[in-house]
């Protein structure tokens, strides 16, 4: 039986593949000063984009996280108004 993190590690090769060209991709030998600019270009602006799209899912993380914690309360009878857990614990939630 593979352990665990046998196929994590399958996995994030698999995953880290489909942004990473091959290693023989990267010969610059045969290739003009403005190809090198242009795909430096076309490789910056895709870097912006994946970056927007964490930051967006970042946000959609938290506010699920935001909207299971308010549910969680509620299930456990934690006042919504005020943040507080049931009296006999006594203690606050940030």
């Known amino acids: 039986m ?39 270009m076309d490789s ?3 870097v912006l984009e994946l ?11 938290g506010e699920l996280r935001k909207k299971h914690y308010e549910l969680a309360g509620v299930a456990e009878g934690w006042e919504e108004s005020d943040g507080l857990l049931p009296a006999s614990q006594g203690l606050l939630v940030p």
Not at 11 to 22: D, E, H, I, K, N
């Open 51 to 61: 970056e927007s799209q964490l930051q967006k899912e970042r946000r959609r993380l």
């Open 44 to 46: 910056q602006v895709r």
């Open 2 to 40: 593979e352990s665990r993190g046998g196929r994590g590690s399958e996995q994030g090769s698999a995953v880290g593949s489909r942004f990473l060209p091959p290693a023989d991709s990267l010969d610059f030998s045969a290739i003009t000063l403005t190809q090198i600019k242009r795909q430096e």
